[in-house]
């Protein structure tokens, strides 16, 4: 059975950081490309980030370049989302993505940047 299970959301002060965390199991972790969108209320998921197999190429969506950073640890399959200088438009619920051989996705983690 295939999983995908988000941690690490809650609500935090603008200003203040957060790490996501998602861990794999059920398929091959290291042949799926990871990813970390994100969908805020009224609006449509947006990717945020993501990181290849290999774990050496990144991608970041132009309004969390310089304040977030993604990684992943093969061995343990899991994949990571530092996040830092947080502001209130990064309130929205976060998801985990795997794309591979197939597409899919964890159940989502609510991030609330909030003073």
């Known amino acids: 059975q295939v999983q995908l299970v988000e941690s690490g959301g809650g609500l935090v002060q603008p200003g203040g950081s957060l790490r996501l965390s998602c861990a794999g199991s059920?398929?091959?972790?290291?042949?799926?490309?990871m990813s970390w969108y994100r969908q805020a209320p009224g609006k449509e998921r947006e990717l945020v980030a993501s990181?290849?197999?290999?774990?050496?190429?990144?991608n970041y969506a132009d309004s969390v370049k310089g304040r977030f950073t993604i990684s992943r640890d093969n061995a343990k399959s899991t994949v990571n989302l530092q996040m830092n200088s947080l502001k209130s438009e990064d309130t929205a619920v976060y998801y985990c993505?795997?794309?591979?051989?197939?597409?899919?996705w964890g159940q989502g983690t609510q991030v609330t940047v909030s003073s």
């Open positions: 993505n795997a794309r591979g051989r197939f597409d899919y």
């Open positions: 059920g398929f091959t972790f290291n042949f799926y490309t």
């Open positions: 990181i290849n197999t290999q774990g050496d190429i990144t």
